[in-house]
């Protein structure tokens, strides 16, 4: 996400960190690797203007008395500006009326119909809502079908009555979302520019005859400097209530992440980054500002851990480690929740200095974790409980069993009794966690 950006600006903050003296001279320096860093990234010129006058300023006029060090206290201040050209607070969902509707609208293949069935699996998995998505894309023959389809994969209901005016399906989905108690009804429309008259007098007749919630601009964030046209565009007709942004996970500059508040004032509230249904996130601008800047974006990761992971297990588990009486068994266990967080190098990337530790293009093999599993389960309940039981016959009989060697047998054993008295002599409140 924003590679090219966040490389730069991190090499600007880590030069800048080192300074013991800020000097007027030196805040120029900085201020136009930043600027430059932003023109790259596609940020509007008038933004990035902006942006470094008001931390040259800010810079200029530093607490001198502050704990921080005059660098740090610069990666502070850049940091903050950051948050707030991002929008500052997090933008959340409107929840106000029961059912409350969202219209999603903007360009042809910005991402609307994944960003509903997104959004209507984040609503009822994380919100505990239930959603009803509406299909009123009437005029791309297969636009119907592929709303069903994320319906079906999803298990949520999908209206739909096929080509009619879409105010008439929307009225219709109203009344029936209304008799079926659902919480929230996501309208997903066809894609079309902000010039065409007829398309967008469609979107205006909706909002005119209905109490829309929120009216939901979709943009591909890979679009250049053209986006923002874009965004005006539609929210001179429309009464927009914020930005999803879409595939984050390609490789998009930063340019429309970065201008789009400041130039439309409208909140980004999500942000989608892969082709799952569950590859949306919402939208917080210091977390952004934190990873753009190297600094990591732990809450982001203990969210995800939360969500994946049992709470329960993860505490009794815990508590053995700590003891020292972990076993295999609980290691086994541990390996499958883990799995459950998805690909590892991509939570690596969320820690902070994970690319200055050269961690960032770190490739975790799925294969050395799938036979350290095969491992484990080759083994006995008993040798699972007791490894110190494992000697060179029942070594070799599970390498065979689970189609490695005893080399790589050998190696889990020693990983394993590492973390354990690594594990043990934390609990034992001999060994200071580092934070
Ligand atoms: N990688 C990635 N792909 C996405 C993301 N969001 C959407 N896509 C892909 O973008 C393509 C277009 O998505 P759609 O949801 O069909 O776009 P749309 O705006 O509904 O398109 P129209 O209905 O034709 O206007 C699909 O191939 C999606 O899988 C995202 O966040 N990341
Ligand atoms: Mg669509």
Known sequence: MFENLSDRLQNVMHKIKGYGRITEENISEMMREIRLSLLEADVNYKVVKEFTNKVKEKALGMDVNSKLSPGEEFVKIVRDELT????GDHAELETKSNPTILMLVGLQGSGKTTACGKLANYLRKKKNKKPLMVACDIYRPAAIDQLKQLGKELNIEV????KKEPLEIVNNALSYAKENKFDYILIDTAGRLQIDDKLMEELKNIEDNVKLNEVLLVIDSMMGQDAINVINGFNDRLNLTGVILTKLDGDTRGGVALSVRHLTNLPIKFV??????????????????????????????VEKVQDEIDEKEAEKTAKKMMKGNFDLEDFLDQLKQIKKLGPLENIIKMLPGAKKMGLNNVEI???RMSHIEAIILSMTPEERHNPDILKASRKQRIAKGSGTSVQEVNQLLKQFEDMKKMMKLMGSGKMKLPF
């Open 159 to 162: 209206y739909s009555e096929g």
């Open 365 to 367: 093999d799925p294969k």
């Open 84 to 87: 707030e050209l991002l929008g």
């Open 272 to 301: 989608g980054v892969s082709e799952k249904m569950d590859g949306l996130q919402e939208f917080y601008p210091d977390r952004m500002a934190n990873r753009i800047l190297g600094m990591g974006d732990i809450l982001s990761i």
